[in-house]
């Protein structure tokens, strides 16, 4: 079993930066995948970047050329570096990891986008 904790968001204007972070603890050997997803009010979660154990990743369109997805395997974490913010980037976002068949998701960490 994976345990997640996100850290990072917080309220940033339009075109501000955020720097989200994601601590893996537990079995993290077996993680194939890491990623982020958010869901913002009124809408579906949805994958906003993923990144492979070999180091492939992959954005959602909206998020290409802001986003950066990114580890640190020595602390067993994942960040998402969010540039050029913009108030439709408002949402909570979800850590993710893929183990085999398993999922685990963390609690969310708010990110707010507004002046």
């Known amino acids: 079993q994976v345990h997640l904790v996100e850290s990072g968001g917080g309220l940033v204007q339009p075109g501000g930066s955020l720097r989200l972070s994601c601590a893996a603890s537990g079995s993290i050997f077996s993680i194939n995948v890491m990623g982020w997803y958010r869901q913002g009010p009124g809408k579906e979660r949805e994958l906003v970047a993923s990144i492979t154990k070999g180091g492939l990743t992959n954005y959602a369109d909206s998020v290409k050329g802001r986003f950066t997805i990114s580890t640190d395997n020595a602390k067993n974490t994942v960040y998402l570096q969010m540039n050029s913010l913009k108030a439709e980037d408002t949402a909570v976002y979800y850590c993710?990891?893929?183990?085999?068949?398993?999922?685990?998701w963390g609690r969310g960490t708010q990110v707010t986008v507004s002046s």
């Open positions: 993710n990891t893929r183990q085999g068949l398993s999922v685990s």
